[in-house]
Structure formats: C-alpha cells, structure tokens
C-alpha cells in the first residue's frame, strides 16, 4: 500500500497537521492571543463593528470610510429573503434544530442562484449575500416556529441590531446592539476550526460556496464545536447554585464527563475571547437576576482552575458565551445559529483565499480490515 | 506559534496524510485494485447486488439468505418520501442542478426526524432510509422539473429496477438493471475520497448523519470528484468523432488543460472500475448509434497511453461511466446523483465506522499574514 511505502503516520483528528496556508487568522495558543489580518481580537471587539470585520476578513485590510459605508449598504439592501424562501420556512416543521433550518436554507438558496459567472468577484458577492441573509434566515425561522409574524428587515440599523430588531420585534438599547456586534466579531473566525476546514474541504472539489457554506453550518451544530454554548447553559441550570460547583466537577472528573466550556485543542491558556465575553457577562449579571449563572461560572473557573490549571485547561469562548445571550433573552437553541450568523465570514472568507490556490483535499486511509478473500456465492455463506 | 515549535510540514491537499483508520474499503493504487472488506471489486459488480454491497459496507461482511432479505425489505418499504418533502420539491426552482436539490433534500430530511436516539444502531436505521430515499429524491425531482407526475416506488423491484423504473415511468429490461446495479457497486465506495472526507470532518464534532452526508454531496458536486462524470460527455460532444481526438489532446496538453477522465491521485494504473464500465460500455455500444463515443473514448486512450502513460496518468472510473448512463437514456446532469445515490452507502458506512471512536478534525493553518499591528482608527486610515 502506498501509505507504508510512504511510511507517513496516523494523524487522529489531524491534530498539529498544517493542511493550508492563510492570511486571515492566526491564533498564538500558548500566549492565549487571537489575532483578524494581525489585529488583536480585542481591539476589534471594543473599536470595530460586525460589518467592519467582515471586510477584514474577506480582504485582509481595515477598509477606507467608503468601502465600509459601500458594504454597510450592501448588507442592508441584501437582508430579505426571496418570498419562496419565506414559503419553505413556513413549510418546515417548526419542530426543527434551528441548526438544521439554517442548513438547509443555506443549501436551498443555491437553487435560486441563476448566475453561473464562477469568478472570484462573482464568489465575493454571494458571500456577501449569504452573510447579509443568515440573521433573517434564523430570526424569521425562529418568528414562525413561535406563531409570530416574521419581522422584515429594518432600513437602517446595523447588522448586529437588526438581528436583534428581526428577532423580538423592537429595536434593541444601544447596549444590547453593543454586546451583540462584538459576539459577532469574537466569532468571526477562527483559523483551521472544524466547520471552516469542512467548508474548504468541500469547496476543494470546486464544488459551489453554498455547498461549503452548508457543509460549515453541519459541522458547526455538533457539541464538539459549536453545539457547546447551548450545552453550557444546560450544564449551569443542572448545577443551579454556586455551592453545588464543586461536588458537580468531582463528579464529573471521577465520571470522565467533559465539562462544557473548558479546555481547546490550540488554546494552552485563557481563551482570549472568553476574557471579553467574561466582561460582558459580568456587566450584564450586575443588575438582573441571572448573575446565579455567572457566579456559577466564577466558581467553576476557580475550581476548575485548582484541579486541571496545570493541565492548561482554561475557560473557552462558550464558558461565557450562552450567558450573555441568555442575558438578551435569546432562547438556547439560537446561540449556535448565532455562532454561524458571525462565522459565515470566516467561513467565506477561508474558501474565497483557499480557492485562489485550490487542492483537493484527499487524504488516506489506513486499511485494517479483512485481506482480499474470494467472493462466496449465497448458498456457500 | 505551534506548528513551528512542533516542526511539522505543510500538506498541501492532505496528500500522503493519514486521516483515519478503516475496515471497510482499501484501494491499491500500484496495482489498480480496489477491495470493499476484502473483497474485489470485479467479484462484486459481477455477483453481488447493490443492496448486498450496502450491508457489506455497513457490516464488513456479506450477509446471510435471510439479512440480506431484512434489508431488501426495509429498502422497498422506505423508498416514499413524506407528503410534505414532495411538496418542497414541486416548489424548489427547477432549473436548479439536481445536486443542488437533493443535497437540500437531505438536509431536510433531518427536520422531520424526531427520534433523538444517538445509538448505533439508530444511526445505522437513518443510513438505511437515507440511502432507500436518495433514488426517489433524484427520480422525483426529475420527474418535477420535466413536468412530469412523480412515478411512485415499485412495491418489489430491486434497488437499482426501481430507480430507473421512477424515471422513466416504465420497467427497465433485465440488462439496464444489471448495468444500472453494477454501476452503483462500482460507486459505493472508494476509501477516503473528498467527498466521504467532508462526511466524516462534519460528523466529527458529533453533528447529525444528515449533516454528514449534505457535506458529502456538497462535496461530491464539485467537478474535481464527482462532477466529473458529467464533465466527459461534454467533452466527448465538444470532440465529436474520433478523428479530432488526436489534435483535441494536443491543444489541451499545449495550453495545460485538464482533460477529463484520466488520473487519479491514488491509482498509478488503470482503475479497475474503468476497466468494467469499459466493458459494459463496449456491449450497449454495439447495438447502437452511440458508439461513437465509445470509439472517441477507444482512441483517446490510445492516445493519452502514448503521451501520459509513462506518467502514470490512466482512464480512471469517469472515462467510460458517462457513456453507460448516456446510453440508458439517462441525461447527464444526472450522473453525479447517481455517483451520490451509491456512495452514501460508503459516507454513512465510514461515519458509522468513525464515530466508534470518534476525534474532532482539527488541522492546523500556516499563517503567512500581515504581522501584528494596532487597530487604525477610522480617521487615520
């Protein structure tokens, strides 16, 4: 077999492979940094917006005052959903993950895509669009699974408020506009994440960006990845009090059960995205009566921190994450949906470089079933 | 960063990587052979039926009189779609590709499975009706976009008699089923190709069967895998007779394009399932007009033998694969959905498989962006 002539090893889950190059991320795990085209997350989260970051994403440059003001617009006149999309979310059982109801928009939208130009401006544009169109996507979903009246797009708001606005119906406070544009941006890429390398996987057969696209939201619905934050919020109820923190982790440890929100394959320090999330949290905790959730939180860490610290296990992005749209009084089932809302970018903007030098991704297999045998007819078995 | 201090190498496309483990299929490349659980895929396509191949690749081992009976029955009684799943595809845009709708198909079928049982064995029953379902999707939406009624399932023909029963409206004869059988046999699986790559990356965060096999169409759509059966016969109408073959190489060796149907990332040799195809090719050829083709595609290979051969580059399964369905009447934009109808036998066999022991894929990237740097504040840019 050519693999042993190769004499190449087994990489289970092709941990510390290099499968591609880019320039739009770059995660420094030991020193819990993340960095946009060399920006630090966390001067994107406190001075940039969503749609600024998008940009980046998709050029590796912070755009000049009219390139912004060009996507804002283009973002906002792209919001709607064609009226035969609406008519397929009123189809779908409202039973539905809304995971699965944002898949399969996405991959229907491919249907309606008539344009057969293949060129990189052409690719741009319908990330742009899918972008503009996953919001109004999960909220109207969300709308109709609750009896509601989807609410169309507003004029003006800005990206991360208009999500708000289509969600509930009324125009969220600054603050609440605030804190969800920056979740958008610390969720906006993240290197060589499962559901980005799915979604270069399957744009590696020049297969079409809605079929990456599609490819990113299934990978992004499992609790290995995005499915954590929702899982988050189902652990903090099931301890309910800060006293119960550390009798549930020793249960857990002894149990081998992973405890949600912490530890990440690259990060062998504080999640640096979890730092900003943390903020959040702790200034929205101050006046509701949800803080039990964040000092739940504050207790897990310093146990956690006592009993697997030296493990370099450390709070993640989800830890805090599900809190602060608990918070927004977002229901659990749409904190992932939220996370493909703002990764859809990365999502993009990976294929868009990945496509400029395209390689089909086919790795090997390592065969270790039964040796060639003859066919046995039915009569012999 | 990480990978440096681990100085791993870049992997451009995976290629030579081991991804995972399996028992289910193994190829040689040197020797142009290829093996589902030990046994030859000669032996199969000659012996064996589709259904038999599906529980073999479920299984890794041919079944007794009364299991493959079990399945032949589960398959006949699975075949109908839900009301509710037609009515989807008499409203999706028929101009769209059929990958396109039943990619989007599979993804919805997620939303009408309310059985949130994770086992094994649960998720061997969703791989038995997604592959029972994928002929009626293609058959059905056909059907639709010709404004044609949807024929509905035979309530006894085998799996490969029925499809192409529901698109035509009429039984086929004895020897289009064969041909139609063995087709799906030669295509049900092939180690770990693109597409089943993209399957398995998906269903590694623990998301859904139904994620898993959109990825895999996903990426099974794309003219560097799947795409490319559909992509032969343009060619073959582009060369027209075999007189231009010879000049029709020549340019597109000067100008450096692809042409399709030969070379393989893993076979080094002819690939055996060409080599059968080949034949069933070379018997419908003789009784009809469409020879023509065949002999476009005879002197082709001649051609290509004396240019590439000594490069390894040989008809691989495409070659001859367009020419067969071609002849059966079937119209080209349907032979990828064909390849996708047998080979999510193979994508729900190796998720099944990987899931065993499941590993988060999670490669990493070369960053070769810009070096860190201070946000710029609007007015400064």
Redesign the interface.
């Known amino acids: 077999?050519?693999?042993k002539e190769?004499s190449?090893?087994?990489?289970?889950?092709?941990?510390?492979?290099?499968?591609?190059?880019?320039?739009?991320?770059?995660i420094?795990?030991?020193a819990g940094?993340l960095?946009y085209?060399?920006?630090?997350i966390e001067?994107?989260a406190q001075?940039?917006t969503f749609e600024e970051v998008c940009f980046l994403l998709w050029n590796?440059r912070?755009p000049?005052?009219d390139e912004?003001e060009n996507l804002e617009k283009i973002f906002r006149e792209n919001r709607s959903l064609p009226q035969?999309v609406i008519?397929?979310l009123e189809?779908?059982?409202h039973?539905?993950?809304p995971m699965?109801?944002l898949?399969?928009i996405a991959?229907?939208l491919?249907?309606?895509d008539?344009n057969l130009e293949k060129s990189p401006e052409a690719n741009l544009q319908r990330a742009i669009f899918l972008t503009a169109r996953f919001p109004t996507i999960v909220a109207t979903f969300h709308r109709l699974r609750q009896n509601q009246k989807p609410v169309l797009p507003h004029p003006s708001l800005g990206f991360a408020a208009n999500f708000l606005y289509m969600l509930f119906g009324k125009e969220p406070t600054p603050n609440q506009a605030k804190v969800m544009d920056a979740a958008l941006i610390l969720h906006a890429d993240h290197?060589?994440?499962?559901?980005t390398?799915?979604s270069l996987?399957?744009?590696?057969?020049?297969?079409?960006i809605?079929?990456?696209v599609?490819?990113g939201?299934?990978?992004?619905?499992?609790?290995?990845?995005?499915?954590a934050n929702e899982a988050v919020l189902k652990m903090l109820m099931e301890i309910a009090d800060p006293a119960n923190v550390e009798s549930y982790v020793d249960q857990a440890l002894t149990k081998k059960v992973k405890i949600m929100g912490f530890g990440h394959?690259?990060y062998k320090n504080y999640d640096p995205r979890a730092r900003i999330f943390k903020e959040y949290a702790r200034r929205l905790s101050e006046r509701t009566k949800f803080s039990r959730f964040f000092k739940i939180n504050e207790k897990l860490e310093e146990v956690m921190q006592a009993k697997k610290g030296q493990h370099g296990i450390f709070p993640n992005v989800d830890l805090y994450s599900g809190i602060v749209y608990h918070q927004l009084g977002i229901p659990a089932d749409l904190f992932t949906p939220i996370f493909a809302i703002a990764r859809v970018s990365g999502w993009t903007a990976h294929i868009l470089e990945y496509w400029q030098e395209n390689?089909?991704?086919?790795?090997?297999?390592?065969?270790?079933?039964?040796?060639?045998?003859?066919?046995?007819?039915?009569g012999q078995?």
Do not use: W
């Open positions: 077999m050519e693999i190769k190449l090893e087994y990489a289970p889950g092709l941990e510390g492979v290099v499968a591609c190059r880019t320039r739009i991320c770059q420094d795990g030991q940094k960095y085209a060399g920006y630090p001067d994107l001075n940039s590796q912070l000049r005052h912004l035969e008519a397929f189809l779908a059982p039973t539905a993950h699965d109801a898949r399969t991959s229907l491919s249907c309606f008539i290197e060589m994440n499962a559901s390398f799915a996987v399957t744009a590696s057969t020049l297969s079409d809605y079929s990456a599609a490819s939201i299934g990978a992004l619905k499992g609790p290995l990845h995005g499915g394959r690259i390689r089909l991704f086919r790795p090997n297999a390592l065969y270790e079933g039964p040796a060639p045998r003859a066919y046995v007819s039915m078995r």
